[in-house]
């Protein structure tokens, strides 16, 4: 079935809800492809963003700067780090300085893992797809949308990088 014909048994002749739609099932189907590979490795598309995080913030790594990155709730960047430690992916320690910080490096296994998810096959594959005037309009796009979808949150005054 094509997306058109899916979409009249939810569309309420509304163009943003139908978009947000398309947008969200497009997300998701490119998440899948992600998902897919990775299984391999026994590691989670969520997982592999902790490691990047992890990774570009270097000692300065702490489940809320973590949890920050990826605009999800503490507790669940908590227990996925949990999961994360027990795989061996990372490992927690107490911050020398401040004992009820809790700080997040790599392990070698960890390093090993990020480093494998690097090749990103299925992500090229699909981004490869547009031409590099779709891939520049699609960039500004999403970035606009993105910039309102903080601005709905609050979140308008946070730096989304933590290292800007």
Do not use: C
């Amino acid at each position: 079935m094509k997306y058109d014909e899916a979409t009249k048994y939810y569309s309420y002749s509304d163009a943003d809800n139908d978009l947000w739609m398309l947008m969200t099932h497009t997300r998701y189907a490119i998440y899948r492809a992600r998902e897919k590979e990775l299984l391999r490795y026994d590691v989670s598309p969520e997982q592999v963003g902790v490691l990047f995080i992890v990774q570009v913030l270097g000692n300065r790594a702490t489940p809320s700067e973590i949890s920050r990155f990826v605009l999800r709730q503490p507790h669940t960047i908590s227990a996925l780090i949990e999961r994360m430690e027990e795989k061996g992916l990372v490992k927690k320690m107490h911050d020398l300085d401040r004992k009820n910080l809790v700080r997040v490096s790599l392990t070698e296994k960890g390093k090993k893992v990020y480093d494998i998810s690097t090749k990103r096959g299925p992500i090229h594959r699909i981004m490869g797809s547009l031409d590099a005037d779709e891939r520049s309009n699609f960039q500004k796009t999403l970035e606009k949308l993105q910039t309102q979808a903080r601005k709905e949150l609050g979140l308008d005054r946070e730096k989304f990088f933590p290292l800007e």
